[in-house]
């Protein structure tokens, strides 16, 4: 099956007379005759439902279908993007361990790593997503767990050189673990070019609707946990699931089962499967929608490039910009419908292009299908200095644009009167 007709018939398959459209079994339990079938469940040794903390129909229908799109064996979905970026490294990283870590990564995540996980006793090496092969070798240790990047990165819509930095993970014998939330499947399937375990906050393109906030872990099944001896947490037995050891009872589903029966059991971020329905009606359109963000962002990007009151567009699926060459490579059909520039005349005519939006409209949030802006440096970077956003790389005069799927001869008009509003 191609992509598209997995968005659409992907993951829930129903039978004779059973309903068209994914059920919402919205039931925290599940009835069963007997204690003994029941208690073949608790100890993993049948496959079925008994407390949707742990396994839910509609929540596994979904996460199914998303692991079709990335090409993976299987897949979790988790409460929120953040759950599933914790959950993924946790899962394999515990006190004592290190990870390598892009440092072009969204301000959640470094938050996640460098200050709550490292209280947990788990260390990061942050890199630069442009790191050469020396300088990515040069941030193992003997006990790295994991390599962690975004595959376009939010808010700095940094490419990914995805096989360079699989094949520095696989020479020190730990997995890739990339989000990929802004490409999507849509535009950039990482296992394809090395990535073994794939994260995204669902909450933006794959939602895409701005109702849902939640996330999704998915496995290739690729990396070989039993090459050495860095992740006994799936190579010897739990203790607390009666000595299973999950490589050799799941093989190739032994990361996904331990995230859910040792993870989900203990720190329970499941989404509701009301929610995961919605993420589903959300992922029947994705392909529509994400070719026409793409179609709209590439037409606003050059209009803003070309318009005399722009210092530097950064979007990587136009030729010229900063990591068009790397977006050839990993996503070619498109990258996202995130743009950001620089605008002349300094913060103040920043301010005044924010104001003057009509159609976009100033939100705390980025893709889905309505346009929306923000002004890093008055809002979530609002607490630093003239000279501490210049260090982290955010210039006074930033704006990152989420370009929607409205009609774009709308959009070119509003970014029109708000450029000319901005100048004067
Ligand atoms: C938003 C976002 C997250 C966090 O996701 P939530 O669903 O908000 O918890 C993680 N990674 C990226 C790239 C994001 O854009």
Redesign the pocket.
């Known amino acids: 099956m191609h992509t598209e007709t997995k968005c659409i018939l992907g993951g829930y398959n129903p039978n004779n007379g059973e309903p068209r459209q994914l059920p919402i079994t919205q039931s925290t339990t599940f009835r069963y005759e007997s204690s003994v079938e029941m208690g073949k469940l608790f100890d993993l040794e049948a496959p079925g439902y008994f407390y949707t903390r742990l396994q839910n129909p509609t929540n596994d229908a979904t996460a199914a279908k998303i692991a079709a799109l990335e090409g993976g064996v299987a897949a979790i979905l988790t409460s929120?993007?953040?759950?599933?970026?914790f959950y993924s490294v946790f899962n394999i990283a515990a006190a004592g361990d290190h990870v390598v870590s892009s440092a072009a990564?969204?301000g959640?995540?470094f938050n996640l790593f460098n200050v709550t996980m490292r209280k947990l006793g788990i260390d990061f090496t942050f890199v630069s997503p442009q790191a050469t092969a020396e300088e990515l070798a040069a941030a193992f240790r003997p006990n790295t767990k994991a390599v962690f990047a975004?595959t376009l990165?939010?808010p700095s819509l940094d490419v990914l050189d995805i096989e360079e930095f699989a094949k520095a993970a696989h020479a020190h014998g730990v997995p890739l673990i990339v989000?990929n939330?802004?490409p999507t499947p849509i535009n950039c399937r990482p296992f394809e070019f090395g990535a073994d375990i794939v994260?995204?906050?669902?909450?933006?393109y794959m939602d895409g609707h701005a109702t849902s906030?939640?996330?999704v872990i998915v496995d290739s099944g690729n990396f070989d946990w039993t090459q050495n001896d860095k992740f006994p947490g799936l190579t010897t037995p739990d203790d607390s699931y009666h000595g299973i050891t999950y490589t050799e009872r799941f093989g190739k589903l032994a990361y996904i089962t331990k995230a859910t029966a040792q993870l989900m059991r203990d720190l329970g971020s499941i989404p509701s499967p009301f929610n995961a329905f919605l993420l589903n009606l959300g992922l029947e359109t994705l392909h529509l929608r994400v070719e026409r963000h793409c179609q709209n962002a590439l037409r606003v990007a050059e209009y803003l490039r070309d318009s005399g009151c722009t210092e530097e567009v950064t979007y990587p699926g136009m030729p010229g910009s900063r990591g068009y060459d790397l977006a050839q490579k990993y996503m070619p059909n498109g990258t996202s419908g995130v743009i950001s520039f620089r605008i002349k005349g300094g913060r103040e005519a920043a301010t005044k292009f924010m104001d003057a939006l009509k159609v976009a409209e100033i939100a705390t949030h980025?893709?889905d299908a309505r346009t929306c802006c923000l002004h890093p440096a008055s809002t979530t970077h609002r607490q630093l200095t003239a000279q501490e956003l210049i260090d982290c790389g955010i210039s006074e005069n930033l704006i990152r644009f989420s370009v929607g799927i409205e009609h774009i001869d709308d959009l070119l008009a509003d970014v029109q009167q708000a450029l000319e509003a901005s100048q004067k």
């Open positions: 929120s993007g953040q759950a599933a970026s990564i969204y959640g995540t975004e990165s939010n989000d939330t802004f994260t995204h906050s669902t909450t933006k906030v939640g996330g980025v893709a």
